[in-house]
């Protein structure tokens, strides 16, 4: 393959819940291809199952070490973010230190504790779209309020800053954010966590931040700007990707009738639902790694310093692995996806993301049985290649 002949990422979807057509192409010359980035940087992009996984848990060659200038940047956006230093961005040991820091609060059992309350916010949120429509537009009314409340109130973060943080997590995340929008989104983030968490420090209360303050800041632990950038990295993470994986996935439940049925018939297919959703969906579409070491993936020499960009949402259509992959079937087994990551920086709220899409799938379906967009596909604004995927917009009725 020459140069000019190196294909570009990333590249934009046609279809909300499809890989772009032009993903195809990656894969014609096997699992592992070369691509281009928006700065011209020649990186690895692995799309087979297996070798996404094999990169995802070496740690030790494939680094995710975003300070380092090897780290590839898919977008402007990404340079701003080399700037944030929290575990995302750490190798282990520093990553393995800030991460056991927060395991309790993001357990099986914490989360299944906080499953009656997210009941109440998806049933009280039900209620006001009920007495506001048909049509409304579930992604403010419905899809970003539930992970955006379920997080500020684990963090300690006053909901009543919603707006704010939503729109500079919007900045952040936009594909299309130039680096000075982004360096800007992150910078009054980062003021804003800065000021909370001083005021925590005079002022205690009983939220995730609360507790890190008491037990990693003050006997040293951890600074105060590590904390601010873990607060930062767990705040837009916490509702910008489950926000749009709820979003998507009732545009996909709805564009698929026959799977929709079949869940309504059997509420028991619904933990299943959630992880072919996810697969089918892919909501963060890629992460990035550089080799530390020269070494080889599927056959392809792979150099020291060389960019891998582990294409997630290619890996989840690996035929290999999901027989027939661009069909959505509710009874596959899809728990092997990658959606989460995968190895030691699989994200750590993936249990309460499953919490928060299993009740809003099972109440809204329930609630509102004649649920039906209500505008065409292809008339829903999909967001930008190269960040968070899913819509801007969700107008239905019923």
Known sequence: MTGTEIPEYPLARTCPFHPPAGYARYREHGPVNPVRLYDG?????????????????????????????????????????????????????????????????????????????????????????????????????????????????????????????EQQSRRVASGTSTLEESADAFTQLLQYLDGLIQDKERSAGDGLLDVLIAEQVRPGILTRRELVDISLLLLVAGHETTASAIALGVVALLEHPDQLAALRADPALLPSAVEELLRFTTIADSVA??????????????????????????????????????LLDLTRRARSHVSFGHGAHQCIGHNIARAELEIAFSTLFARLPGLRLAVPLDRLPGKDAGGVQGVFELPVAW
Request: charged letters at 25%; hydrophobic letters at 45%.
């Open 289 to 326: 790694r550089f080799a530390t070491a020269d070494t080889e993936l599927a056959g392809q020499p792979v150099a020291a310093g060389d960019g891998v960009l582990v294409v997630l949402s290619a890996a989840n259509r690996d035929d290999t692995v999901f027989p027939d992959p661009d």
């Open 41 to 165: 940087r020649r990186v690895w992009a692995v799309t087979g199952h297996a070798e996404a996984r094999e990169v995802l848990l070496n740690t030790g060659l494939f680094s995710s070490e975003r300070a380092d200038p090897r780290y590839p940047a898919t977008s402007p956006r990404f340079e701003a973010a080399r700037k944030v230093r929290n575990f995302i961005g750490m190798d282990p040991p520093d990553h393995t230190a800030q991460r056991r820091m927060l395991q309790s609060s993001f357990t099986m059992r914490r989360i299944n504790g906080l499953r009656p309350g997210i009941q109440r916010l998806v049933d009280e949120l039900l209620d006001a779209v009920v007495a506001k429509g048909p049509v409304v537009d579930l992604v403010p009314e419905f899809a970003l309020p539930i992970p955006s409340i379920v997080i500020s109130e684990l963090l300690g973060v006053p909901y009543g800053d919603h707006a704010f943080f």
